[in-house]
């Protein structure tokens, strides 16, 4: 179902990963606590991929990385964070490469 909002991503040739920031006022709130983070996706029709999460907290660490292999049925894949209790000092990223084969697939 493609209705309501979301966003597609594509590595491309290079396998360059997609990355979104996380503002350090985010990872202020987040500074001692646990959190799950929720990817929906699903692949082009016919075209399974793979995708790898990786995360950049700074002070606060990352979360490891995470590869998921994702077909065209609609599905979330998790992933837990614990975060020490200390300022973050700065913002963060999560980077998503969605196609972690580079065979063109997104």
Do not use: M
């Not at 799950?36 to 399974?48: H, L, N």
């Not at 990385?65 to 049925?73: F, S």
């Amino acid at each position: 179902d493609d209705s309501g909002s979301f966003l597609r991503i594509r590595s491309g040739a290079s396998g360059s990963a997609i990355s979104f920031d996380v503002e350090q006022g985010v990872l202020d709130k987040l500074a001692g606590k646990h959190a799950t983070f929720d990817i929906i996706a699903r692949s082009e029709e016919g075209q399974e991929t793979q995708i790898s999460v990786d995360c950049n907290f700074g002070e606060l660490g990352d979360c490891g990385r995470k590869r998921y292999a994702v077909g065209h049925e609609r599905n979330e894949y998790l992933f837990d964070v614990r975060f020490p209790d200390k300022r973050p000092g700065a913002a963060g990223t999560i980077a998503i490469n969605s196609d972690f084969d580079k065979q063109g697939k997104s």
